[in-house]
């Protein structure tokens, strides 16, 4: 069973506007969410995370919302860049102790010229 | 570069063949894990190290073994290949497990088992 779904495969934004990538989760013991960014050809890098104390993080462009009710983040980019096209990785760590990570199925991102 | 490699890059393989994949890394960290990269599965883990000859089995472990002898490499071996394990394998460090602690991950294997 997939416990951390993005739902969305791609997603195509016209540069300049925002960019807004979702993650569910069936857990309610994750402690820690990240997102990591993948370009074709190369391994995925940390872009940004949240503890599960939080409900916001933001980094420059970059911010990440949680909403523990509803089993939910997103990732929003402003403005968007034809850079950001890559793949997004929602990811969560669990509290059993073990730490490891369990990612997402990815999305897509195409940022438009 | 975050001092981790991957080899070989690109690898086609027969059926049946045993294949095995290397991770070096730099950095001196203790955790090293395997991951393999499918449409629509993502990143799933297949096995993990905890230090030198300390290894454990992830979600998809069935069908690989792994090995570490030495802190900087960790070997993925395919002890018979098979068509369902064509796909990108990824290798991953990180310092600790501790929550905050990412991981580094190398460029990627892509194995084609025809």
């Known amino acids: 069973d997939q416990q951390v779904k993005q739902n969305s495969p791609s997603l195509s934004v016209q540069e300049g506007r925002i960019s807004i990538l979702n993650c569910d989760y069936t857990n309610s013991m994750f402690d820690y969410f990240l997102w990591y960014k993948k370009y074709p050809a190369e391994g995925p890098t940390f872009l940004i995370s949240?503890?599960?104390?939080?409900d916001k993080n933001e980094d420059g462009r970059f911010t990440v919302f949680l909403n523990k009710s509803a089993k939910h983040l997103s990732l929003h980019i402003v403005p968007s860049q034809p850079g950001d096209s890559a793949v997004y990785f929602c990811a969560a760590i669990p509290t059993s102790g073990t730490y490891k990570y369990i990612f997402g199925t990815g999305t897509r991102l195409k940022v438009l010229a | 570069d975050a001092g981790i490699t991957q080899s070989p890059r690109h690898k086609v393989t027969e059926t049946g063949t045993p294949v095995t994949l290397r991770c070096h890394q730099t950095?001196?960290?203790?955790?090293m894990y395997w991951y393999r990269q499918d449409p629509g599965h993502g990143l799933r883990l297949i096995h993990y190290?905890?230090?030198?000859?300390?290894?454990d089995k992830g979600e998809v472990s069935d069908g690989y073994s792994v090995s570490r002898s030495k802190t900087e490499d960790f070997l993925l071996t395919l002890e018979s290949a098979t068509s369902s394990q064509t796909s990108v394998y990824f290798c991953a460090i990180s310092e600790s497990m501790g929550l905050g602690y990412g991981y580094t991950f190398g460029s990627g294997t892509r194995l084609t088992v025809v």
């Open positions: 950095e001196n960290h203790r955790y």
């Open positions: 190290s905890y230090g030198v000859k300390d290894t």
């Open positions: 949240i503890s599960s104390i939080k």
